[in-house]
């Protein structure tokens, strides 16, 4: 074997990874959660801290959980698409108010609108950790079974909205 | 009208370069066997080809200063309320530019070599030119096929989406085409190393003449990068100068190998040996800088540097990449083995000094390779998904380069095929008992003491104090009127690495940063500095609107100056940028940027000290002066170089 045939040889394995490469997306950071069932929780709600919810209640229903907070930015800028898409009825969705004050989360509602079936108050974000949340906001498709299908990482533009959640929600309905 | 002839001159390049990358080839290959004629060709192709790309480039720069938004290149990255020296960089920001600016560049050196290659023989220079068509033939098909920048665009945008606001900048305009001349450049070495294969000389002569063209673009490299580096300090807001990204990482493989390269081309030139590993380095600084156009412009790794991604420009770059590596490696693979061991030297001995450098560069070339793909390994395995940041290169880099110094300061004074190493070291020892002392007393000065800081005080003046050792033993023998332009730029590019290795251990070490919230009349200090927050106003440029802070600097109760950071919002996108507002001293930059309002009339604001920040980029333009005078050495110039190529055929076994 010619030894000055190894500089060529280590080149074609790294064309060979390369090529593979391109046909990946670097930038989607896929979540362990997806397609497991969703981590159970008990936690008092926000508006009736008397009362609790669990995700087993919503058993049999497709709902979305969506990961906000007041002192979060981006979530003032998906709040409107929220606001409209809660209008069309097409699932429920349910905020997972993380490390917030109750009354700062009680304002933020009255002044951006609710578009919350109702929301959980998570203030110390144990919860947030079982999701595995990065940061504020967090969106999560959950289907009948209660299983995780789809989790959106940052703010639900327009496009996420119609591309993904829309036909997502649509087909898990059927 | 105009960019439709543009597009023409683009396809008619590719014919010229068509032309250029064969028929010369062939010519040289039957050169007794009537090829003299179509050797005669190459170099007016490549004059030809280079006037056809000036004028495309021409043609696309008028779209810009035109305002012709019908051009899709110029609706995306340009704007009717831009300046006209950011319309003018606009060219080269983004990427169907960026590529005609490497095209432009390529055909720039080409034509160079054209002009500047009389002394070689005919044979020679078609090989060389030859091979640069080939290259040129691949780019100009890339740039034809995949990224058309005077694609049209019916009906034409009322005005255009804006160049990105992190690229309006002064750094912008020089720093990428001074990085291409570098990558480019090392197309040169690499035509040269190919050439030389073909013909199977491989000798000392090749060695010559290829030697200026690899310190050139090294050169250039070096300076690109400095800037790119010294631009991320100030326009990006966090006061750090270089931060591993797989971008800045593209361009840094290839100066690894091209500092290797341009020593291991010393050794081969004047001893004729490392003759294999010499073309596999200029093989490999070029690959690299293919290798960093495809990282940089496939999307296969995510960084700062975020350009469109679109698949089939990846897949057409990655064939490139395969087919002209592929070919040059396979190609050395052949030729290699019949290729001397040249004259042999001691274990102690320049040579010997130098194959170590040149391992070590690699090896620290390889390490950072690693690193930079390490993430798209492990994807492309399916294993998951993962980043490395500073501390992996921080560990693996750094006790790499602790070596590398400590030799440094040994190369130029040892001599050629053996060496006493004990001779060597007293006469170093002046330079060591000074940078001891030098390495205690600094640390001790900046009030803070660690073993960290010694050492890299200590190695950044051991190689100063080894240049100084040099040039004073050249004095006390009367030699140094006599000594050549490039061994003055040798000391002055080792000069320029202890300068960097200072300003990197001094910043480093103490450096003080602050993250505060102020109101005005609030003050916060740091490194002995006080800054007063007297307010934020809002003001209005060309295309943007600013909040600008107005803080008073001083020292001791002295008020030195008013700095004045600004936050941007440019009107065309979202972004908000910041533009830092920096005090530049000789021994520390006292810089300040503007973070978010909170609350009322109050602003978070970041201040850092940063002691000795700018001998970091001091150094880069030392090293590369250093290359540009030694390029401007006699021995190199035409009319001499004619009569001396004439040099012995190496010690060629």
Same mark, same amino acid.
């Given at each position: 074997?010619?030894?000055?045939?190894?500089?060529?040889?280590?080149?074609?394995?790294?064309?060979?990874?390369?090529?593979?490469?391109?046909?990946?997306?670097?930038?989607?950071?896929?979540?362990? %959660?997806?397609? +497991?069932?969703?981590? &159970?929780?008990? *936690?008092?709600? $926000?508006?009736?801290?008397?009362?609790?919810? #669990?995700?087993?209640?919503?058993?049999?229903?497709?709902?979305?959980?969506?990961?906000?907070?007041?002192?979060?930015?981006?979530?003032?800028?998906?709040?409107?698409?929220?606001?409209?898409?809660?209008?069309?009825?097409?699932?429920?969705?349910?905020? %997972?108010?993380? +490390?917030?004050?109750? &009354?700062?989360? *009680?304002?933020? $509602?009255?002044?951006?609108?609710?578009?919350? #079936?109702?929301?959980?108050?998570?203030?110390?974000?144990?919860?947030?950790?079982?999701?595995?949340?990065?940061?504020?906001?967090?969106?999560?498709?959950?289907?009948?079974?209660?299983?995780?299908?789809?989790?959106?990482?940052?703010?639900?533009?327009?496009?996420?909205?119609?591309?993904?959640?829309?036909?997502?929600?649509?087909? $898990?309905?059927? | 009208?105009?960019?439709?002839?543009?597009?023409?001159?683009?396809?008619?390049?590719?014919?010229?370069?068509?032309?250029?990358?064969?028929?010369?080839?062939?010519?040289?290959?039957?050169?007794?066997?009537?090829?003299?004629?179509?050797?005669?060709?190459?170099?007016?192709?490549?004059?030809?080809?280079?006037?056809?790309?000036?004028?495309?480039?021409?043609?696309?720069?008028?779209?810009?200063?035109?305002?012709?938004?019908?051009?899709?290149?110029?609706?995306?990255?340009?704007?009717?309320?831009?300046?006209?020296?950011?319309?003018?960089?606009?060219?080269?920001?983004?990427?169907?530019?960026?590529?005609?600016?490497?095209?432009?560049?390529?055909?720039?050196?080409?034509?160079?070599?054209?002009?500047?290659?009389?002394?070689?023989?005919?044979?020679?220079?078609?090989?060389?030119?030859?091979?640069?068509?080939?290259?040129?033939?691949?780019?100009?098909?890339?740039?034809?096929?995949?990224?058309?920048?005077?694609?049209?665009?019916?009906?034409?945008?009322?005005?255009?989406?804006?160049?990105?606001?992190?690229?309006?900048?002064?750094?912008?305009?020089?720093?990428?085409?001074?990085?291409?001349?570098?990558?480019?450049?090392?197309?040169?070495?690499?035509?040269?190393?190919?050439?030389?294969?073909?013909?199977?000389?491989?000798?000392?002569?090749?060695?010559?003449?290829?030697?200026?063209?690899?310190?050139?673009?090294?050169?250039?490299?070096?300076?690109?990068?400095?800037?790119?580096?010294?631009?991320?300090?100030?326009?990006?807001?966090?006061?750090?100068?270089?931060?591993?990204?797989?971008?800045?990482?593209?361009?840094?493989?290839?100066?690894?190998?091209?500092?290797?390269?341009?020593?291991?081309?010393?050794?081969?030139?004047?001893?004729?040996?490392?003759?294999?590993?010499?073309?596999?380095?200029?093989?490999?600084?070029?690959?690299?800088?293919?290798?960093?156009?495809?990282?940089?412009?496939?999307?296969?790794?995510?960084?700062?540097?975020?350009?469109?991604?679109?698949?089939?420009?990846?897949?057409?770059?990655?064939?490139?990449?395969?087919?002209?590596?592929?070919?040059?490696?396979?190609?050395?693979?052949?030729?290699?083995?019949?290729?001397?061991?040249?004259?042999?030297?001691?274990?102690?001995?320049?040579?010997?000094?130098?194959?170590?450098?040149?391992?070590?560069?690699?090896?620290?070339?390889?390490?950072?390779?690693?690193?930079?793909?390490?993430?798209?390994?492990?994807?492309?395995?399916?294993?998951?998904?993962?980043?490395?940041?500073?501390?992996?290169?921080?560990?693996?880099?750094?006790?790499?380069?602790?070596?590398?110094?400590?030799?440094?300061?040994?190369?130029?004074?040892?001599?050629?095929?053996?060496?006493?190493?004990?001779?060597?070291?007293?006469?170093?020892?002046?330079?060591?008992?000074?940078?001891?002392?030098?390495?205690?007393?600094?640390?001790?000065?900046?009030?803070?003491?660690?073993?960290?800081?010694?050492?890299?005080?200590?190695?950044?003046?051991?190689?100063?104090?080894?240049?100084?050792?040099?040039?004073?033993?050249?004095?006390?023998?009367?030699?140094?009127?006599?000594?050549?332009?490039?061994?003055?730029?040798?000391?002055?590019?080792?000069?320029?690495?202890?300068?960097?290795?200072?300003?990197?251990?001094?910043?480093?070490?103490?450096?003080?940063?602050?993250?505060?919230?102020?109101?005005?009349?609030?003050?916060?200090?740091?490194?002995?500095?006080?800054?007063?927050?007297?307010?934020?106003?809002?003001?209005?440029?060309?295309?943007?609107?600013?909040?600008?802070?107005?803080?008073?600097?001083?020292?001791?109760?002295?008020?030195?100056?008013?700095?004045?950071?600004?936050?941007?919002?440019?009107?065309?996108?979202?972004?908000?940028?910041?533009?830092?507002?920096?005090?530049?001293?000789?021994?520390?930059?006292?810089?300040?940027?503007?973070?978010?309002?909170?609350?009322?009339?109050?602003?978070?604001?970041?201040?850092?000290?940063?002691?000795?920040?700018?001998?970091?980029?001091?150094?880069?333009?030392?090293?590369?002066?250093?290359?540009?005078?030694?390029?401007?050495?006699?021995?190199?110039?035409?009319?001499?170089?004619?009569?001396?190529?004439?040099?012995?055929?190496?010690?060629?076994?």
């Amino acid at each position: 074997m010619n030894r000055f045939l190894l500089p060529l040889g280590i080149f074609i394995v790294l064309v060979a990874f390369l090529a593979v490469g391109l046909n990946l997306n670097p930038r989607e950071v896929p979540s362990p %959660l997806i397609g +497991k069932p969703a981590p &159970a929780f008990e *936690l008092p709600q $926000l508006h009736k801290p008397e009362l609790s919810f #669990a995700p087993k209640n919503m058993l049999g229903k497709v709902w979305l959980l969506n990961v906000w907070a007041s002192w979060c930015v981006s979530c003032r800028q998906e709040h409107p698409i929220l606001v409209d898409f809660a209008k069309t009825g097409s699932a429920p969705i349910y905020g %997972l108010n993380y +490390k917030d004050p109750r &009354a700062d989360a *009680l304002r933020w $509602l009255k002044q951006y609108g609710d578009p919350y #079936a109702l929301s959980i108050a998570d203030a110390e974000g144990r919860v947030g950790i079982d999701y595995g949340v990065y940061g504020v906001p967090e969106t999560y498709v959950i289907d009948k079974a209660g299983v995780i299908r789809f989790k959106q990482i940052g703010p639900v533009t327009q496009d996420v909205l119609e591309a993904k959640i829309l036909p997502l929600v649509k087909e $898990l309905n059927k | 009208m105009i960019p439709e002839l543009g597009h023409f001159a683009l396809i008619l390049a590719l014919i010229v370069s068509l032309v250029q990358g064969t028929l010369p080839l062939i010519g040289a290959h039957r050169v007794n066997n009537g090829g003299r004629a179509w050797i005669a060709l190459a170099r007016p192709a490549a004059r030809a080809q280079f006037f056809l790309i000036v004028f495309a480039f021409v043609c696309l720069t008028w779209a810009f200063v035109a305002n012709d938004f019908s051009v899709v290149y110029v609706a995306q990255n340009s704007n009717s309320r831009l300046p006209l020296e950011y319309r003018l960089a606009g060219v080269w920001g983004g990427h169907e530019g960026s590529l005609l600016l490497w095209m432009l560049m390529l055909s720039g050196w080409t034509v160079a070599v054209s002009l500047l290659s009389r002394h070689l023989p005919d044979a020679m220079t078609a090989r060389v030119l030859g091979v640069l068509g080939l290259i040129a033939v691949g780019f100009l098909a890339f740039i034809l096929f995949t990224s058309n920048p005077f694609e049209r665009l019916l009906p034409a945008a009322a005005d255009g989406r804006d160049l990105n606001p992190l690229l309006q900048d002064p750094g912008l305009i020089f720093h990428p085409p001074m990085l291409y001349m570098g990558y480019v450049g090392f197309s040169i070495a690499f035509a040269f190393a190919i050439a030389a294969l073909l013909s199977g000389q491989l000798d000392a002569a090749w060695a010559r003449w290829s030697r200026p063209w690899t310190t050139a673009a090294w050169a250039f490299l070096t300076f690109g990068i400095a800037l790119g580096s010294w631009w991320a300090y100030y326009e990006l807001g966090w006061g750090g100068w270089w931060f591993w990204d797989p971008v800045e990482n593209a361009s840094f493989l290839p100066w690894l190998v091209g500092t290797a390269l341009i020593h291991s081309l010393a050794v081969t030139e004047k001893r004729g040996c490392f003759k294999n590993w010499t073309v596999l380095l200029a093989i490999a600084a070029f690959s690299l800088s293919l290798l960093g156009t495809f990282l940089v412009r496939s999307g296969v790794l995510t960084s700062v540097h975020a350009f469109a991604t679109d698949p089939r420009r990846g897949i057409f770059i990655l064939i490139l990449l395969a087919t002209v590596i592929g070919a040059s490696l396979f190609l050395f693979a052949l030729r290699a083995p019949k290729v001397g061991l040249g004259g042999s030297f001691g274990l102690i001995s320049r040579e010997s000094l130098l194959l170590m450098n040149n391992v070590l560069l690699v090896v620290a070339c390889g390490s950072v390779m690693l690193g930079t793909l390490y993430p798209l390994l492990i994807d492309a395995l399916g294993m998951g998904k993962l980043s490395v940041g500073p501390p992996y290169f921080n560990a693996v880099f750094v006790p790499l380069m602790v070596p590398l110094l400590v030799l440094m300061a040994l190369g130029p004074l040892a001599r050629w095929k053996h060496a006493d190493l004990a001779a060597v070291l007293r006469r170093l020892t002046f330079a060591f008992v000074a940078a001891v002392a030098i390495a205690i007393a600094v640390p001790l000065l900046y009030g803070k003491w660690s073993p960290l800081t010694a050492m890299g005080v200590l190695l950044a003046a051991w190689v100063a104090g080894g240049s100084v050792v040099a040039i004073i033993e050249r004095r006390r023998t009367g030699g140094l009127a006599a000594q050549p332009l490039h061994w003055w730029g040798m000391h002055l590019a080792h000069v320029g690495v202890a300068a960097f290795v200072l300003g990197v251990t001094m910043v480093s070490s103490f450096q003080e940063e602050k993250d505060v919230r102020m109101e005005p009349d609030d003050t916060v200090s740091v490194g002995g500095y006080s800054f007063r927050f007297i307010g934020v106003r809002e003001a209005m440029g060309p295309n943007y609107r600013a909040m600008v802070g107005e803080l008073e600097l001083s020292r001791d109760g002295k008020v030195l100056r008013t700095m004045q950071p600004e936050k941007r919002a440019y009107l065309t996108s979202a972004m908000p940028m910041t533009e830092a507002a920096i005090d530049t001293g000789l021994l520390r930059d006292v810089y300040v940027s503007l973070g978010e309002p909170v609350g009322e009339r109050a602003w978070s604001v970041r201040a850092y000290y940063k002691p000795f920040v700018d001998w970091i980029w001091g150094g880069c333009l030392l090293m590369a002066l250093g290359g540009v005078v030694a390029i401007s050495d006699r021995r190199y110039r035409m009319r001499k170089a004619a009569a001396s190529t004439a040099v012995p055929q190496g010690a060629a076994a």
